[in-house]
């Protein structure tokens, strides 16, 4: 089967949220299929590393964009009906570059990864088309709107209604729809487009991201992830202002460590407070992350997976986390992780896991053996043949 592939950011290295679910479809594709990948890739830097992903597929188109030509796309779209976002991932060469695949090849499939980039294929016809929206993303800017001040609450209210208008519309321009969780799916079926939805589940390297026999220390907690991303410099703020004195009054040694790349300057200044570290860039996250009692996640805008979840959970390492952040794991608050929803329940189940080894060793051995069994790439995959064989089944009758 010959397999057109379009998502939004180059999907290779895979090493970021945006990039691993895509990397691992294709990667399962190319097994016993022909896959053509496009995709846009935003920096030099993204271009050259991205070449890596011809082991993976039979071919693929790189449009590389730049700023500030994709910001002023985004703002010529400001006065319009369609989202800012989508002229954001908008190039016209790869535009150009799909148009004439279609027109001169014949391709028994099409799937999308993203609502930003289904503008490319949406009017296609003839070919079996999926959606895999991922993450509902009008709903993450619709949060935004509720957590951001004026004016800023504007621009993401508006941008969330027309993501959520324009989210309704590609819906019923596809054969089939998919996104990550079932909450996840629970808000793409209310749009009630009466098209055919599924979802099936990130996955994580459970080789990769696994326990190495090392000791820990039981006053380090940690935290993953970029830290130019706005929700987590949101969660980090928070949790360093209203947890974590809290916590360093019931345990004085208490630490936290912010790993993630490019923190920005708010960030940085909270390494002044006590027992803070704020790493930067790092080349592995690992040793950071297994050298800590826990993992936190007190994420307030989240929605489907939150990829570091999965890989500290695969770690062994205990994972304490927002009940918005939960809604993406497939697993089960008080048996697998801790879930937390205010400063008291964030403080209490910190320091179970910090105070008491028997309790930490029982997460570990809980949350590894649940992401083997749920979170494991080749059973996603699976799932996801049977989303595409039903999709091929559905659109020959």
């Known amino acids: 089967m010959k397999i057109l592939y379009v998502c939004h950011r180059f999907p290779f290295p895979p ?13 399962h594709f190319n097994e016993q299929h022909e896959v053509t990948v496009a995709s846009l890739a935003r920096s030099d830097e993204e271009a050259k590393d991205g070449e890596g992903l011809a082991a993976h597929c039979k071919r693929f188109i790189m449009a590389q964009v730049r700023e500030p030509w994709q910001t002023l796309r985004m703002i010529l779209r400001l006065p319009t009906l369609t989202p800012s976002s989508m002229g954001y991932f908008y190039s016209p060469y790869l535009k150009n570059e799909i148009d004439a695949l279609l027109k001169n090849e014949k391709f028994d499939l099409i799937f999308v990864h993203c609502s930003s980039v289904a503008q490319y294929v949406a009017h296609v016809k003839g070919i079996p088309k999926i959606l ?21 609450n504007i621009g993401y209210w508006l941008e969330g209604n027309k993501l959520l208008k324009e989210e ?49 220390d039981p006053d380090t907690i940690s935290f993953i992830g970029r830290m130019d991303y706005y929700p987590n410099q949101q969660c980090m703020i928070y949790f360093c202002q209203d947890i974590l004195p809290l916590l360093q009054k019931r345990k004085a040694s208490t630490k936290l460590v912010i790993i993630g790349a490019n923190p920005s300057e708010e960030i940085k200044k909270l390494a002044d407070l006590p027992g803070v ?55 089960v ?59 091929l089944t559905h659109f020959k009758k």
């Open 15 to 27: 090493k970021r949220g945006g990039k691993i679910r895509p990397f691992n479809m294709i990667n």
């Open 132 to 152: 895999d929206f991922g993450d509902m993303d009008s709903q993450k800017w619709l949060i935004y709107a509720k957590m951001r001040s004026f004016p800023l």
């Open 168 to 216: 309704k519309k590609l819906a019923k321009q596809f054969d089939l729809c998919t996104c990550t969780t079932k909450a996840e799916l629970d808000t793409l079926n209310s749009y009630q487009t009466e098209v055919e939805t599924d979802w099936f589940p990130n996955g994580v390297d459970h080789q990769f991201f696994a326990p190495d026999g090392g000791a820990y």
């Open 277 to 331: 570290t704020v790493t930067g860039t790092v080349d592995d996250v690992r040793p950071f992350v297994r050298r800590s009692a826990l993992m936190i996640a007190p994420l307030e805008i989240a929605r489907g997976t939150q990829n570091k979840i999965l890989e500290a959970m695969a770690m062994g390492v205990p994972v304490v986390c927002s009940k918005l952040a939960a809604g993406g794991i497939d697993a």
């Open 333 to 391: 608050p008080g048996e697998h992780f801790l879930e937390a929803d205010n400063v008291d329940e964030y403080v209490d189940a910190i320091i179970t896991i910090l105070e008491n080894s028997k309790t930490r060793e029982r997460f570990s051995k809980a949350g590894r053996e649940r992401m083997l069994q749920n979170h494991y790439w080749p059973n996603s995959m699976a799932r996801l043949d049977q989303i595409v064989e039903r999709c």
